[in-house]
């Protein structure tokens, strides 16, 4: 068999697949009870799948950190987060990236946007990757999660204390001379916490506008987020099936062309603006 008809195997496969998951949807959207029930063993082959990785990669990150140094440990970091994406595939689940060519090229770039749930993060962090995606991430994140709290210690990212402001400040004065001296990037989600509807929650500027005082250079690239929430609309157990998790990245603002205010209100409103309710 040559290349040619192995190749049309593999699409007749892969469109095979796609027919009988669009199949068991349509079947199980007309029967909601049906969707849920089918959504218990789906789960526990994702959590499974999402447990294995990030224990496998656990002991992958710290090899890569201690013995190669940065480089190395991102790529690892990489492949991790190649793996958690997939995850969404037991639940009949995709994700879809809008607009990606606006982003600018080797800047600093402040990806703000609103928040969903835990695939936003791992989404950041692969269709993203190019441009070096740090977190600022609530302090709790970075204790005893495998593969994730290490990356969080370890990967430049920094960690807040929600309930100590003062410690914030610093953090975030950290981060924003970070992404400034190394042209990379930063994801912050102004809301401060997930939703669990969709619907967005006030956004809170200061930091936002401690990144932009100290990455005076840098860009705010506002990103919606759609469906996320929806993956986990029964809460932890079951999770929800057949979401398009849509990531859309709006037009890039300098941060040095226009004072804080204008920058902040046109950036949740570029956000707010493509939330589908």
Known sequence: MGPGCRNSHCINKATCFFVFKNKILIFAENFPKMKKILSYPLSILAYLWFLFFICLFQPIQWICFNAFGYQAHKKSVDYLNFFLVHTISFLFSNFEIENRELIPEGKPLIFAANHQGLFDIIG??????????????????????????????????????????????????????????????????PEGTRTRDGKPKPFAANGLKILCKYAPSAYVVPVTINNS??????????????????????????????????LFEKTEQAIVVDIES
Not at 230 to 252: C, D, E
């Open 229 to 262: 929430w929806k993956v986990f609309r029964y809460g932890s157990f079951p999770l929800g099936l057949g979401n398009r998790i849509k990531f859309t990245v709006h037009a890039p603002i300098k941060v040095s062309e226009c004072d804080f205010n204008t």
């Open 124 to 189: 950041f962090a692969w269709f993203f990757r190019k441009y070096h995606p740090k977190y600022v991430s609530k302090i709790e994140l970075g204790k005893h999660i495998p593969s994730i709290s290490y990356n969080l210690q370890h990967g430049d990212s920094v960690l807040i204390d929600r309930k100590d402001p003062k410690q914030a400040l610093p953090a975030l004065k950290k981060m924003g001379e970070y992404i400034e001296t190394n042209s990379r990037s930063t994801v912050i989600f």
